[in-house]
């Protein structure tokens, strides 16, 4: 017969509630809530729920698959223009008419996608730049990607702000897989995350990167890149100490000190055919084993994609919007799906 989804249960101001499904549980809490939701209600890696003391309800490979891109943050170069810093109140009235600074998510002023020898003549690239300038430089950055002080110190410190720029390098459709798993029963705890980047047993990912990094010292010898003397910034890494700087071995070892996610996780409960090979939802979008109970999200995606993941996540939703429309032969009025729940 195999178990069925009856409703959601959930917390607010302190109490507990209860609602069940006229039709069906949609789950769209992202590429880690996702998965954390589906162990603690019993649908994930056996072992792994049975060591918490989780009642086994579908044994699935849920939150065994997360990816994301690769990002090697190491990559700066110094120039001979100054960006004019303008005071904050410019900046908020150029955001206000969707310019400046502080209407470009990360100040990401520039984007290339490139094929690297994997991929190279397929027209699917595997190698994105973003430029930034100033970002790589400051001291958020050492918080947000918690650099120790000697790494912050080595590469990032004594980089001017207003005349540097970073180039993030970052690996498309990577083959690194982490994991999220569950810290414990409490769903109030953060679920464990483990990006487990580089890990690929071909090293295509890290391969890549170094691609990377090589196309931008070759980028470093044009017309446009001579033209503002930029060089590039920062010292060498005394992590990475033992090779010589900038050598192949030294950008392998940098590139394994400074290479951290780009927020684009996902494919923790991946569709695909059959559940022994890993699959976690259907075309459907249906949980394998459980009725009643559908994935829409960024969890979904089978492999680590080619661009970010926005958009797609978006569609997924219009997906899954399509197939309910279709199941229960909704219209589009929205005052008759009103109707058929109230
Ligand atoms: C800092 C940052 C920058 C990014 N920049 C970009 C970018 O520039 N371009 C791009 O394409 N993508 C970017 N992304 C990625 C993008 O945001 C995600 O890929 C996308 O939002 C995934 O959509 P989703 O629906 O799977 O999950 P989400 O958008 O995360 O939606 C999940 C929702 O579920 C809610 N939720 C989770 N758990 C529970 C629970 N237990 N109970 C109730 N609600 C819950 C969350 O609050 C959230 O609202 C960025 C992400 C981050 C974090």
Not at 106 to 129: A, H, K, W
Not at 268 to 282: I, L, S
Request: glycine fraction near 10%; aromatic fraction near 12%; include cysteine.
């Amino acid at each position: 017969m195999g178990s069925s989804a009856v409703g959601v249960e959930f917390t607010h101001g302190g109490s507990n509630y209860f609602v069940r499904a006229k039709k069906e549980v949609i789950l769209s809490a992202g590429a880690f809530n996702t998965p954390q939701l589906l162990m603690l209600s019993g649908i994930g890696p056996g072992n792994h729920l049975q060591d918490l003391g989780i009642e086994v309800i579908q044994d699935l490979e849920v939150g065994s698959t997360l990816r994301d891109n690769p990002t090697f943050y190491g990559v700066a170069f110094q120039t001979n223009y100054t960006e004019p810093i303008e005071p904050l109140e410019n900046y908020i009235e150029q955001y206000f008419q969707g310019v400046g600074p502080l209407a470009i998510p990360g100040n990401n002023q520039g984007v290339g996608f490139y094929e690297s020898s994997y991929t190279r003549g397929t027209g699917i690239p595997d190698l994105e730049f973003m430029f930034i300038p100033a970002v790589a430089s400051t001291i958020l950055q050492q918080r947000a990607f918690r650099l120790t002080d000697q790494t912050y110190n080595d590469v990032y410190r004594f980089q001017d702000v207003g005349s540097t720029f970073g180039v993030y390098v970052i690996v498309l459709h990577s083959k690194s897989v982490g994991t999220v798993r569950l810290r414990s029963r409490d769903p109030f705890q953060f679920p464990l995350i483990d990006a487990n980047f580089l890990s690929d047993p071909e090293n295509k990912d890290i391969n890549v990167l170094y691609e990377g990094v090589q196309l931008l010292m070759q980028m470093a010898q044009t017309r446009a890149f001579r033209s503002m003397d930029a060089t590039l910034a920062g010292g060498q890494l005394s992590a990475c100490s033992q090779y010589e700087f900038l050598s192949r071995e030294y950008w392998y070892c940098a590139i394994r000190q400074l290479t951290i996610n780009v927020y684009h996780p996902l494919g923790t409960c991946p569709m695909g055919r059959d559940p022994r090979e890993g699959a976690v939802v259907d075309s459907e979008l249906k949980v394998f084993g459980i009725k009643k109970l559908r994935v829409a999200d960024s969890s979904v995606f089978p492999f680590a994609l080619a661009g970010h993941p926005t958009a797609p996540s978006v569609m997924v939703g219009e997906q899954m919007g399509d197939i309910l429309k279709e199941k229960y032969k909704y219209n589009d009025n929205y005052y008759d799906v009103l109707h058929d729940y109230f």
